[in-house]
């Protein structure tokens, strides 16, 4: 089945910490995409990469760092330096960049104590 | 002014209900246009394209307006089911630009 998985569904990790989130798809996509989304609020674009080997900040980069080696990963690291990484973190990829409707991955529920 | 707008609602309606949901958008270039549906601490999952024309997915009837920038979801005879959010997610104008609404909450009762 082609698909996105993120893994884990679940994390928990103490404050000062980084944590690396996977994101993988079969859909043979060029775009990728991680969001970031709190209780009650829409979603958020922390990166995104249209290519691989290339990857731009979105509107809430601050603390986040991604790699893009492989069309088909697009992990996000969530590094000591987020303030608040506590949230629900969504991968989607999308066929191409431009006008193309994105798919979702299943998320990764983090929280950081 | 918010890029994308939609009501939060929440919308209670009882089953066999019809509800209809708008959202705007500000940037008159933007280029194609989605509703997503997405379940309570789920990610969320394309529902439909939103064409000039107008299109129908069984119950649900999308429609754009492109001169008075807004897009709409008409949902007939609701069910249990439909109980969800809604988002409204419009994508284009000038470069990559993808942009969710933040979504209204329907709640459908017996």
């Known amino acids: 089945d082609g698909g996105i998985t993120q893994s884990p569904k679940y994390l928990f990790r103490k404050e000062g910490q980084n944590v690396t989130l996977s994101c993988e798809q079969n859909l043979n996509h060029d775009a990728m995409y991680w969001y970031r989304q709190d209780p009650g609020q829409g979603l958020r674009l922390i990166y995104y990469?249209?290519?691989?080997?290339?990857?731009q900040k979105g509107d809430i980069a601050e603390g986040y760092s991604v790699s893009r080696e492989k069309k088909e990963s697009f992990p996000l690291t969530v590094t000591s330096a987020q303030k608040n990484p506590t949230a629900f973190y969504l991968c989607?990829?999308?066929?191409?960049?431009?006008?193309?409707?994105?798919?979702f991955g299943p998320g990764t529920r983090l929280t950081v104590t | 002014r918010k890029e994308v707008e939609q009501d939060p609602g929440p919308f209670n309606v009882p089953e066999g209900a019809t509800v209809a949901f708008n959202c705007t958008y500000s940037?008159?270039?933007?280029?194609?246009f989605f509703w997503y549906r997405q379940d309570c601490r789920k990610e969320p999952k394309l529902l439909m394209s939103?064409?000039?024309s107008g299109n129908e997915d069984g119950r649900f009837t999308a429609q754009l307006n492109r001169a008075s920038q807004y897009i709409s979801l008409l949902i007939r005879d609701s069910k249990l089911s439909d109980s969800a959010t809604y988002l409204c997610v419009v994508n284009g104008g000038g470069g990559f630009k993808t942009i969710f609404g933040a979504g209204t909450r329907l709640f459908v009762k017996a």
């Open positions: 939103v064409y000039s």
């Open positions: 990469s249209q290519i691989v080997n290339d990857f």
């Open positions: 989607a990829s999308a066929r191409t960049s431009r006008q193309d409707e994105q798919y």
């Open positions: 940037n008159s270039a933007s280029q194609s």
